[in-house]
């Protein structure tokens, strides 16, 4: 858990000294002067009603003073664009309550962090709750904040864990299951999963998944709506728990195979397009984590002045035998070419905060090609870096992201369909946006960086709705519909 470091309060002898008079110092003739004004009060009783009358009319004016400041110009008082929105659960609408699951659900998973992905030492990404590592504020060449850092180098396949940590801590949270709308069941499926994509012997793959359900099953709060009010958080792709007996063996498990979750909304970073129909995609946690609003809007004037000399930029590496990233090779082609655009081949720097946020925050628009899957966490470090996406498939984000991002796409992104001539002449294209276009688009971009963005999971009250806020409430409509 994180707590706050407080500042050491001042004594009040030390604050009086500071801001106030010293009564030692009052002269024999101030004393004397009191003395008169006190004893002409006392013997002129209308003087002491024009006094008693002068003082209340003081006191009125100075609190219409506090309430409606006088300005000259009211314009230009410096305020944020819009209120900030505060989080509530009124009225029962929405009342979380969260499982106690057994520790080999989540938390003792931890304990073997090192085997939890066979492809990267985990350790480092499960601290701090899943937020990572701390870093170095970007744009700033200062330290972490000792009290509470903002910025984390986070996984992008950790969302489970954050999710988890925020709502122990939401407001919309409920002790008491009777008065529950909607039960979450904090179970880290990703990284289970992700510890035994290697695994050959498919009921030891399974076996988590299986004995997670056979719990639930059992619990009185199930058998109410069959599950129909049970959500689950997955930090990885729908591919990895939809395992076929058709076709190539990836490592994925059966999970979302099994009849009782299929019963549940499964809350995860992709849906799978066709047959994901209680699936719903969430955004992949960036390196922000604010706790406060006033955070979110000193960064939204940072990117919304930040110098773009690149037309566009590709971060990515080729992807050798999947057809749905043949078009990364296109970009990286065309962006190598052009002098109007950045490219950061995939090494050792796209794991650098600092270099993927920074060459997108030298951009107008960020080239947005399918990976080993259709999304991609760079979607969501664009939209943070106040940069335009730029789409290939109708399934990186429009088809998976509806509770976050507008109806209209053209709002704030570009679509050129990876197959259609417009993709072969991507520098040609963009440049043909007027600038009025784009200056709209890129106020659109910077303005939906809240509710992309994972706040931090101890932060409290802190003044607008985040993704985990967004997803709750999409959630609750979604489960009293159904």
């Given at each position: 858990m994180f707590f706050r470091k407080q500042s050491p309060v001042a004594s009040w002898t030390a604050e009086k000294k500071k801001h106030y008079y010293d009564d030692s110092k009052i002269s024999k003739d101030q004393s004397l002067s009191v003395t008169f004004l006190t004893g002409t009060l006392k013997t002129n009783p209308r003087l002491k009603y024009i006094a008693l009358i002068l003082l209340f009319l003081s006191a009125w004016f100075l609190l219409l003073?506090?309430?409606?400041?006088?300005?000259?110009?009211?314009?230009?008082?410096?305020?944020?664009?819009?209120?900030?929105?505060?989080?509530?659960?009124?009225?029962?609408?929405?009342?979380?309550?969260?499982?106690?699951?057994?520790?080999?659900?989540?938390?003792?998973?931890?304990?073997?962090?090192?085997?939890?992905?066979?492809?990267?030492?985990?350790?480092?990404?499960?601290?701090?709750?899943?937020?990572?590592?701390?870093?170095?504020?970007l744009g700033s060449s200062t330290a972490p904040s000792l009290t509470r850092p903002s910025w984390y180098a986070t996984h992008q396949f950790i969302t489970e864990m954050i999710f988890?940590?925020?709502?122990?801590?939401?407001?919309?949270?409920?002790?008491?299951?009777?008065?529950a709308t909607l039960f979450y069941i904090p179970f880290y499926g990703g990284l289970d999963a992700s510890s035994k994509f290697r695994e050959a012997n498919l009921t030891e793959r399974d076996a988590l998944s299986v004995r997670l359900v056979d719990f639930v099953q059992q619990q009185p709060w199930w058998k109410r709506n069959q599950g129909k009010d049970h959500f689950l958080v997955l930090g990885r792709t729908a591919w990895d728990f939809m395992r076929t007996g058709q076709g190539v063996d990836f490592g994925a498990n059966c999970l979302l195979n099994l009849p009782a979750v299929k019963n549940m909304s499964v809350l995860t970073v992709e849906r799978q397009p066709w047959q994901g129909s209680n699936q719903h995609g969430i955004p992949y946690p960036s390196y922000f984590h604010p706790s406060t609003w006033q955070e979110v809007r000193t960064w939204q004037v940072k990117v919304r002045n930040s110098k773009r000399p690149h037309l566009f930029s590709f971060i990515g590496g080729p992807r050798k035998g999947l057809e749905k990233a043949a078009i990364r090779d296109e970009l990286i082609t065309q962006c190598s070419l052009s002098t109007r655009c950045e490219l950061l081949k995939c090494g050792s720097k796209c794991h650098e905060p600092s270099h993927v946020i920074g060459v997108m925050s030298r951009s107008v628009f960020c080239l947005q090609a399918p990976g080993d899957s259709f999304t991609r966490r760079s979607t969501f470090d664009s939209v943070l870096a106040g940069c335009i996406p730029v789409f290939f498939s109708q399934h990186t984000a429009y088809s998976q992201y509806r509770w976050f991002l507008p109806e209209d796409i053209s709002e704030y992104s570009v679509f050129f369909d990876e197959k259609s001539e417009a993709s072969r002449r991507i520098e040609e294209e963009l440049a043909k946006i007027p600038d009025e276009r784009v200056e709209q688009m890129r106020e659109k971009v910077t303005a939906l960086i809240p509710r992309l963005t994972y706040t931090h999971p101890n932060a409290t009250g802190v003044g607008f709705e985040d993704a985990v806020d967004v997803a709750l409430a999409a959630l609750a409509n979604h489960v009293q519909f159904k």
């Open positions: 003073s506090f309430r409606f400041p006088l300005t000259k110009n009211d314009s230009k008082i410096s305020q944020p664009a819009e209120l900030p929105w505060v989080p509530t659960c009124q009225n029962g609408t929405l009342s979380v309550y969260v499982y106690d699951l057994p520790p080999e659900f989540n938390i003792a998973l931890l304990q073997r962090c090192r085997k939890l992905n066979v492809y990267t030492d985990m350790c480092p990404h499960v601290a701090n709750r899943g937020l990572g590592q701390p870093i170095s504020p988890h940590a925020r709502v122990e801590n939401h407001a919309c949270r409920t002790w008491d299951p009777e008065r």
